[in-house]
């Protein structure tokens, strides 16, 4: 959704343009060099993945306020809802909680663009078209992307799932960083599936330059997003667990997603 406070810069909305200042800004920023070292790291198991990126960039992960966590039970399907204040980092984080924290089977949902950038996180991606022209092929495409989560939340897995469905940004209203509109839809999924949700603050924020494009235009702002994930090298990251939201017949999509987020703002505002 779009914020009615962003300027209508249609020229750079155009595709063809798009495509041309993505191209540029991947040859000046080495894209292709960084997606040959993800490469390098694929493996065959989402933890020995995780342990070779981690090293070889340097990440660090602290998780914090995890008592919530032994309220999950695991015979029910799993939905961790979580804001986005990183980009394309943003995922191996979610990855690394889950597979530190929890005793099965782990999916993420992302757009395809990240799911192809991102090619060692790649085989436990459920990708989405959020970005595209709206029209048949991409409602298409989210069916059937929608038809995978819900047999995987059937199946008993956790999905991590990020509601703004865009990275945290500058908001004029509130005068500070944060996610744009949740979408309900993991919501309704959850009530579908009668998944326990739990939400997941990811602590930081974009870029100056990130911000100050994103001011202007969603899409200056997503031609940035891989230099956001090269300067990722050699940092310490921290995220809060919130307290468990489990199955309630009597609450709407809209409920559990106001509670969610208000539950992760609370822990974003309490500076941990």
Sequence with gaps: MISPLDPPLSEFEDRRLRRFLMGLLSRGIGASRWQGRLARLSA???EEMLEKSFKEFQWRLSVLQTESLKEIDPKKPLLIVANH????????LMAAFCARSLQRKTSLVANKVAARVCVNLNPWLIPVDNQGPQGSVR???NKIALTEIKKRLRQNEAVVYFPAGEVSFWQWRKRNV???????TPFLLAQETQAQILPVCIYGRPSLLFLSLRVFSRTLGRLCLFREMKRTQNRHFRLSVGGLLTHNQEASAVVLAQTARARLDEMKNGGI
């Design 44 to 46: 065959g198991s989402l």
């Design 85 to 92: 204040p990183h980009g394309l980092m943003d995922g191996y």
């Design 139 to 141: 409602a298409q495409f």
């Design 178 to 184: 944060m996610d744009g509109p949740w979408k309900l």
